[in-house]
């Protein structure tokens, strides 16, 4: 069934807006970033005008600390993706193989505590953070970012295995192979799509998150989003330019992720909708 065309011209404008809304202000503050104060907040604003460093050296010189935050979060992301993927693989594969009341109702029970606002989940788990000198540390970050997203990653990759035979299940038993040996070797590579999409997901989650840093960090894992927010709130005032430069360099790797993996990520997410 076709649509009429003053239905694909809605479509069209409505696609339009929410890019323009979600476009304009990356634009800004990464052309922002590369100009001197007195241009930022130039008006109108001009599209052209002489690049220039400053902003950034003063990141580097102002605040050496957002380098370490940068790493932070870098290896936050990375091992919080890692463990959520694995985890929600083998989740997703349990629940798409098996089925019984204790599962359905390990499903729903994830699907609720998900629903939940961080904020209750978080501040009874500090005393516990706290008790185990977990505080402050990569690893806390790691649990609770992959903690916190592995119930929606699980279901998105049951979807992906459901769609795989489950003939082929049948198959390599019968020819001898192990259900660790069937999963890696067979499930991983087919459901390969939704692991990359939620990978992503995941990663850009962990990269931008702020509520948990804010709580369970202070010095030695403080993340990227900590350091911005403390720009913002420095005595001195805020140093517009500084900050843009800070978020252009945040923003980078995301941005640069995404383009990266946007055929994976559009394939997977099509293939997950059409087939779970």
Known sequence: MHSSPSTRVAKS????????????????IVLSSFKTNAEIFAYPPSLIFQPTLVHYQNLLSQWPEFVQSIINSTIVSVLATVLCVVVSTTAGYVYSRYRNRFLAASAYFMIGVRLLPPII???PLFPLADFLQLNDTYLILVILYATFFVSLSTMIMKSFIDAIPPELDDAALID????????????????????VAVAIFVFVFCWNEYL????????NAKTAPLILSEMMGAMTGVDWGVLFAAVTVQLAPIV?????????????LTAGALKG
Not at 256 to 268: D, K, T
């Open 13 to 28: 404008v409505v696609v339009a807006v929410a890019i323009i809304w979600s476009v304009v202000p990356i634009v800004f």
């Open 121 to 123: 989940v978080t501040l």
């Open 176 to 195: 001898g192979a192990s259900e660790i040996v069937y999963l890696t070797r067979i499930i991983v590579p087919l459901a390969a799509q939704g692991m």
């Open 212 to 219: 948990f840093a804010f709580i369970f960090t202070a010095t």
């Open 256 to 268: 640069a992720l995404v383009i990266l993996a946007q055929r994976f990520l559009i394939s997977g």
